[in-house]
């Protein structure tokens, strides 16, 4: 490869707006994965988020869009409409079971989500139904190294999310010895040093939990003040 060649290939242009240059970006780190391929996509960063405001304003390559209420077909539409990158929509299984799960799941794929994610409760029939009746991935969430994996494979599964605390490189690696080829997106903790030792584990994607609105307002009104003194 000649000189302009080489340069091409290392310098990726960056383009900002005049207004629009804070943003929440996904550490540098995740880039180290190697992505799970959905629909000709390559997925390596999800930001684990329902605030549209944060998910329009990120780097990540897709939404998780998972939250501790009854999952409800108006909230997983207007995170759809708000953000420019793939979502992925929790669908219940652990309150929310049965039927209700499932029109969930088929509602969410009309909406045009990108697949649906189900709690680690959720029964293995439930994932079944699932599997026969939409054509998007099904994220099965698990907790523990103690979760029987191959019934969830069986049941239909299409994707392992661990979120497993600490545990989380544990569960990744038990997995990934078992199923060299089995799709996983991970948590990534709280710093870049967590992330890594999650990718090492064997995690394809890492699911990345940003800082809140309050937060981030925190910081820009401080410089506000400090710019007033």
Not at 90 to 103: A, Q, S
Not at 113 to 138: F, S
């Amino acid at each position: 490869m000649n000189a302009w060649g080489d340069l091409l290939k290392s310098f990726v242009p960056e383009i900002h707006g005049r207004l629009r240059k804070r943003m929440v970006r996904v550490p540098e780190v995740i880039n180290s994965v190697g992505g799970i391929r959905i629909f000709g996509r390559l997925i390596k960063s999800l930001l684990f988020s329902t605030d549209v405001a944060i998910i329009k304003n990120c780097n990540a390559d897709a939404v998780i869009a998972v939250y501790p209420f009854t999952p409800q077909p108006i909230i997983t539409q207007s995170i759809i409409n708000a953000s420019g990158v793939p979502v992925f929509c929790g669908v219940g299984g652990g309150t929310t079971t049965g039927d209700r799960v499932v029109n969930l799941a088929v509602h969410a794929e009309h909406q045009g989500a990108m697949g649906v994610v189900v709690n680690a409760p959720t029964k293995n029939e439930i994932i079944k139904e699932l599997y026969e009746k939409i054509d998007i991935p099904i994220i099965v969430t698990v907790v523990s190294e103690n979760e029987d994996f191959e019934e969830r494979l069986k049941a239909g599964a299409t994707i392992l999310n661990v979120s497993g605390a600490a545990k989380t490189p544990l569960i990744v690696k038990q997995i990934r010895n078992n199923h060299p080829e089995m799709p996983i997106i991970a948590t990534g903790g709280p710093n870049e040093e967590t992330i890594k030792l999650t990718i090492e584990a064997g995690a394809n994607a890492i699911t990345y939990t940003p800082p809140t609105s309050a937060e981030i307002f925190k910081e820009i009104m401080q410089d506000y003040r400090h710019r007033l003194h």
